[in-house]
C-alpha cells in the first residue's frame, strides 16, 4: 500500500500503511506517525480514520492494513477501540508485501467491546 512509504517511523523503523473505504467507495489512506516521546505516537489505522473523519465521513465499509511481517500484523489496541467506535463491525484486510492476506471482522479481533451504548 503507497501510503505505508509516508510512515514517519525514524524509531521503531515499522512501517505500517492503513485504508479505510467509506460507504461512498473512497478510501482514507494514513500511515504511522512517530514522535521523540514515543507514547504520541499515531498509528496508521488511526490516522486514516481521523483524516475521513475530519472530511466529515462518518459511515465506513472496511480497513486494510499493510507492514512487512510474514505473520499479518493487525491494529493495536488502541486502534481497535477507535476503529469500532467510529466503524462498528467492518471488515478488516491484513496484508504483507508478499501478496499474504486475510480478512477478518473486528468484532472478531475487539470482542465484548465498550462503546456509547452503555451510557
Ligand atoms: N503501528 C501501526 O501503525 N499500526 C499497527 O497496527 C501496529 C503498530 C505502528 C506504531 C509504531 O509507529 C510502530 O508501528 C511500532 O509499534
Known amino acids: 500500500m503507497h501510503a505505508r512509504e509516508n510512515a514517519h517511523a525514524p524509531f521503531s523503523k515499522f512501517r505500517v500503511g492503513a485504508a479505510v473505504e467509506d460507504s461512498a467507495g473512497h478510501v ?3 500511515c504511522n506517525v512517530e514522535n521523540a ?3 504520541l505516537t499515531l498509528c496508521a489505522e ?3 480514520i481521523f483524516k475521513a473523519i475530519s472530511e466529515g465521513v462518518r459511515r465506513f465499509k472496511r480497513m486494510g492494513v ?8 493487525p491494529p493495536c489496541g488502541a486502534c481497535r477501540q477507535i476503529l469500532w467506535e467510529f466503524c462498528g ?3 478488516i484486510v491484513l496484508a504483507n508485501l508478499n501478496g499474504k492476506s486475510e ?3 473486528l468484532g472478531a ?3 465484548r467491546p465498550f462503546d456509547g ?3
Request: aromatic share 14%; no cysteine; net charge negative.
Open 117 to 119: 451504548s452503555f451510557f
Open 103 to 105: 480478512t477478518l471482522r
Open 66 to 73: 499493510v507492514a512487512n511481517t510474514e505473520e499479518l500484523t
Open 46 to 48: 488511526r490516522v486514516a
Open 109 to 111: 479481533l475487539f470482542p
Open 28 to 30: 482514507h489512506t494514513g
Open 37 to 39: 516521546t514515543y507514547g
Open 89 to 91: 463491525d467492518i471488515e
